[in-house]
């Protein structure tokens, strides 16, 4: 076969396929087959890399650290500079806007509002788009290149479609967008627009679009960049060696993250996974899924399993009930039927983690938590502390215990919701199934006030407000 590897990119490449994850099946099918589900059963489909040998890992974090410093766009990449642990060769045709590298804040308000001693928040809507979604995006776009596709499509909550959007404009390849009509932030939206996309606006929602994209992805000519593409989740996964590396290679015991299509969570279980195996940490951490309670067909699921067997190997549920009209405001996690809701349920009983909802109310309040450590972020990524405050309260994340939280989207992609929670008029619009319409209270509440334009009037009100 081929000639053998010479250096660890080289070798990491060598060897990967992309592979059916139903264990009765596990079909092995070419990195460069268009593919998105099992051919042989419909089952889902993962990358797995060949990873480096566990004594030259030893060698990688050093190496991984030295190229952020590095004037070379594929080291400075937060995505690429941990190439050795991604299915391409030694040079790509890597489409970069410099994602990853983001900050892990301390964020003391939140920590008590949860009950926590200590808590640190991985802020992923600090990437290029202000979301999650580029760090994946980076990756099939690199791919859907090495592979010739001239139009890449999604279907979208926004943050995906504006990150492909992005993407594909800098690869000069054409991005077609479904977005589900009226539903979608306007900051979202725009952003799509100004990175060149054609954007067909459904009628219908995020499963309906998803649905549709299914039907395309059969078209040769068209590639597909939903999360259902084992390349997004390898370009995520990267987020999992970041979040090592600033904790010094030692794992915390919990990581928490919201949960939507399911794409994000099963990256970072992918990719501690990986580091686990390669000796690089000695632990996985507890990977837990935040969902909205209007949008939780995960965590029905997971609160309906055999609790006495686990965290142990509980067997992986055949199916998931959808849910048939999600309804939250975290517009990013509004999805009833997640696609890679079986990746990552495996990597949530594999670490002995939990997938739980939390209302909007909870959702909201937190937010507003995230926001006045000076951090912020859309409401969907708040889901995160406001499951941490819930699982403080049962006992499950203890107070010492070392959490990361992941901050998923940034807080300028959804003002509106922000503005309307401080001036007390958020509210949930009546659902389809006959739910009646629920006014969210602004429990921290920020309302601007109206003050004359003099100097006592200001200090005046200022004196108030202390
Ligand atoms: C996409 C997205 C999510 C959901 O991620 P999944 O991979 O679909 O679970 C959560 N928050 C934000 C801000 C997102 O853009
Ligand atoms: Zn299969």
Redesign the pocket.
Same mark, same amino acid.
């Given at each position: 076969m081929a000639k053998k590897p010479t250096s660890v990119a080289e070798w990491a490449a060598s060897g990967a396929v992309q592979r059916c994850i139903e264990p009765g099946c596990a079909g092995a099918f070419d990195l460069n087959e268009r593919i998105y589900v099992c051919p042989r059963c419909g089952g889902s489909i993962e990358v797995e890399c060949r990873l480096p040998a566990p004594r030259a890992a030893r060698l990688l974090p050093k190496l991984w650290a030295a190229r952020a410093a590095s004037p070379d766009p594929c080291d400075l990449s937060g995505v690429w500079r941990f190439r050795e642990m991604l299915p391409f060769g030694e040079e790509p045709p890597f489409v970069t806007l410099f994602e990853g590298n983001t900050p892990l804040y301390h964020a003391p308000r939140s920590a008590q509002y949860c009950g926590l001693a200590d808590l640190r928040l991985k802020h992923q809507g600090m990437n290029p788009t202000g979301?999650?979604?580029d760090t994946g995006m980076s990756a099939a776009v690199t791919q859907a290149v090495v592979l010739g596709a001239r139009t890449i499509v999604c279907a979208s909550?926004g943050?995906?479609a504006a990150s492909l959007a992005a993407y594909a404009g800098r690869a000069r390849l054409n991005a077609a967008i479904l977005l589900p009509r009226g539903q979608i932030s306007a900051a979202k939206l725009a952003q799509s627009l100004d990175y060149g996309a054609s954007v067909c606006e459904i009628d219908g929602n995020f499963d309906d679009a998803m649905r549709l994209i299914r039907e395309l992805g059969e078209d040769p000519s068209i590639y597909v960049a939903n999360?259902i593409n084992p390349f997004r989740i390898e370009g995520q996964k990267t987020v999992a060696f970041e979040i090592m590396e600033q904790c010094l290679w030692q794992a915390p015991d919990h990581v928490v993250v919201?949960? &939507?299509?399911? &794409?994000?969570?099963t990256a970072l279980g992918k990719g501690f996974q990986e580091l686990l195996e390669l000796g690089l940490i000695s632990r996985l951490p507890k990977l837990s899924v935040i969902q909205a309670e209007g949008a939780a067909p995960v965590a029905s699921l997971f609160a309906s399993l055999d609790r006495r067997r686990r965290p142990a190997e509980t067997r992986l549920p055949e199916r998931m009930a959808p849910v048939e009209h999600p309804r939250t405001l975290a517009t %990013?996690?509004k999805?009833g039927a997640?696609v890679s809701w079986k990746k990552a349920l495996r990597s949530v009983l594999r670490s002995g983690g939990r997938v739980i909802a939390v209302s909007e109310q909870e959702i909201a309040d937190a937010k507003a938590m995230i926001g006045r450590d000076g951090i912020g972020c859309?409401p %969907?990524?708040a889901t995160t502390v406001a499951g941490m405050k819930k699982l403080v309260a049962e006992g499950y994340i203890k107070r010492k215990e070392s959490v990361i939280g992941v901050l998923?989207?940034h807080m300028l992609?959804d003002p509106d919701y922000t503005s309307r929670y401080h001036q007390g008029t958020l509210s949930l619009d009546a659902g389809a199934n006959g739910s009646p319409a629920q006014a969210i209270q602004g429990a921290f509440r920020n309302a601007p006030a109206r003050v004359a334009a003099t100097k006592a009037a200001v200090l005046e009100f200022l004196e108030r407000r202390l």
């Open positions: 979301s999650f979604k909550t943050n995906t999360s919201p949960g &939507g299509n399911m &794409g994000n969570s %990013a996690i999805i997640p859309e %969907a990524s998923t989207g992609k």
